[in-house]
């Protein structure tokens, strides 16, 4: 079970149409498939989504970090020394989705290798999750109209909407009229990725506090450590840390100083082994935990919904696990289904992705 190779294969795959939100925009899935071979011939896979906008990573810079740096430090190693990898990697700085995907896919080859799937590696609690849709900028009725066809389409009733705008008014009322128009049945809640200042942000707040919000995530600069503050002190609803609790010690800082009261998971940037250090963390304090989302592909989503299921904490909310309905096409020779609101765990070894090679000769984009 030992490594004998990486890859790190640019791809790109257009959007349906340009995602918003506060602190960027994209229009294509550049990511980058990263491939762990081992001298049994078994292959494990992962997605590296890199954004630059939040994390400084880029696709050339994955594939280079990869091919340069990381893979030297994994050939040799088998899929079971997974602490002295993540040693390893963790001399470099930075690099969060390229490490990630190394992990995942080390992970993936494992359970490929015992013939057994990295949920059950993981914890084996359930073998799904609810499904949570994100909604980007947009004007109220077309935001409302995609809830809704998301609602009908995939029976999926739980929506993270993106605001973070300026004046507040423009995401409040996108709010308001998703509320009124989809009623109690389904569950709302805001991710301002740091767009507002804490007094923006509590007037925000105020302005819904009626409409029944869930949680709200990030809506202003950590950085801004005593507005942050105030802000969570006067809220009624959990507040996530998302990109200010990338690892561990992030969380443990953010609840602690009273600047968070839950986490976002994310496998495209804490992989397997850290989201593992972050989830027991969570579990231990009494946090609510949400399984995030990169804006990955199918296979992103499908690494997310492994590591959820595994553990009730996890499993417990609706996953943000639908972002890959955006894209234009897919990898995955068998593409990922959303039924009832629901994402099942695939059944097969590891990660249960098998890609397709007619697919990934298509959209690589190094050759």
Known sequence: ???????????????????????????????????????????????????????????????????????????????????TAHVRLGRTVGNPAAKSALDMAMWDALGRGLDVSVTELLGGYTDRMRVSHMLGFDEPAAMVAEAERMRDTYGITTFKVKVGRRPVSLDTAVVRALREALGDAVELYVDGNRGWTAAESARAMSEMADLDLLFAEELCPADDVLGRRWLVRQLDVPFIADESAVTAADVTREVLGGSATAVSIKTARTGFIRSQRTHHLAEGLGLEVVMGNQIDGQLGSLCTVAFGAAYPLTSRRAGELSNFLDMRDDLLAEPLRISDGELVVPPGAGLGAELDPDKLRHYRRDR
């Not at 149409?17 to 049994?40: C, I, N, Q, W, Y």
């Not at 992962?46 to 050939?75: H, K, M």
């Open 1 to 83: 079970m030992k490594i004998t190779r990486v890859e790190a294969i640019p791809f790109a795959i257009p959007y349906r149409k340009p995602l918003r939100f506060a602190s960027g925009e994209v229009s294509a899935a550049e990511h980058v498939l990263v491939r762990v071979h081992t001298e049994d011939g078994i292959i494990g896979v992962a997605e590296a989504p890199p954004r630059p906008f939040t994390y400084g990573e880029t696709q050339a810079g994955i594939v280079a970090a990869v091919d340069s740096v990381f893979a030297p430090q994994l050939v040799g190693l088998s899929l079971l020394d997974r602490e």
